[in-house]
């Protein structure tokens, strides 16, 4: 069945890195664009990055332009968030989510891991 | 960047009753605009799609309507399972701004 499972949080000092991974699984990974987003503790969903199906566009929200980096590893169909420089604000559940349709990076997400939580504390 | 709004933040409603939610885009974003429902404790799961499409296996009591900047989930008899949060996400262009929610309990 369609699957992603996201692994790679843990708890990390301010300034440090951490690299999540999301591995996908029942689907033709080449074939989609990938996506983070994040939930802080008792806050709502943030958007955080997306890589296109080919890895030729990738985009990200403000607050972690620069910080973050998302890419994909074809071969084990593992999607990643290298995120450097951590701050407080990013402790969050991070989740992986693919878009709807195949080629369209920017769509509606319908499949979602179960996340993997990250904690920047010192 | 394109801010996404949502009202009310949160209602309180009885079995049985509509529910509308309204999600209001700063600028037009045509029709891409998904609705998400979020359980408590919950991962989100896609309700809605290009603002109006019913995503598969969801209840025929949700739809969506709206184009440009306005939009609406309706919740035509809400059901105990529909206490959730729901977002709002445009996906025109990047950044896929969510909207900040509206959390829906039942009396």
């Known amino acids: 069945q369609v699957q992603l499972v996201e692994s790679g949080g843990g708890v990390v000092q301010p300034g440090k890195s951490l690299r999540l991974s999301c591995e996908a699984s029942?689907?033709?990974?080449?074939?989609?664009?990938m996506h983070w987003v994040r939930q802080a503790p008792g806050k709502g969903l943030e958007w955080v990055a997306v890589?296109?199906?080919?890895?030729?566009?990738?985009h990200y929200a403000d607050s972690v332009k620069g910080r973050f980096t998302i890419s994909k590893d074809y071969s084990k169909n593992i999607v990643f968030l290298q995120m450097d420089s951590l701050r407080g604000e990013d402790t969050a559940v991070y989740y992986c989510?693919?878009?709807?349709?195949?080629?369209?990076?920017?769509?509606?997400?319908?499949?979602w891991g179960q996340g993997t939580t990250v904690t920047v504390s010192s | 960047d394109i801010q996404m709004t949502q009202s009310p933040s949160s209602l309180s409603a009885s079995i049985g009753d509509r529910v509308t939610i309204t999600c209001r885009a700063s600028?037009?974003?045509?029709?891409?605009l998904a609705w998400y429902q979020q359980r408590p404790g919950g991962v989100p799961t896609l309700l809605i799609y290009?603002?109006?499409t019913l995503y598969s296996g969801v209840p025929s009591r949700f739809s969506g309507s709206g184009s440009g900047t306005d939009f609406t989930l309706i919740i035509s008899h809400l059901q105990p399972e529909d206490v959730a949060t729901y977002y709002c996400q445009k996906y025109n262009l990047s950044p896929l701004t969510f909207g900040p929610g509206t959390k829906v309990e039942v009396k």
């Open positions: 989510a693919r878009p709807l349709k195949t080629g369209y990076f920017r769509y509606g997400l319908d499949v």
């Open positions: 290009d603002a109006s």
């Open positions: 029942g689907f033709t990974f080449s074939h989609y664009g």
């Open positions: 890589v296109s199906y080919d890895g030729s566009n990738k």
């Open positions: 600028h037009d974003i045509s029709n891409s």
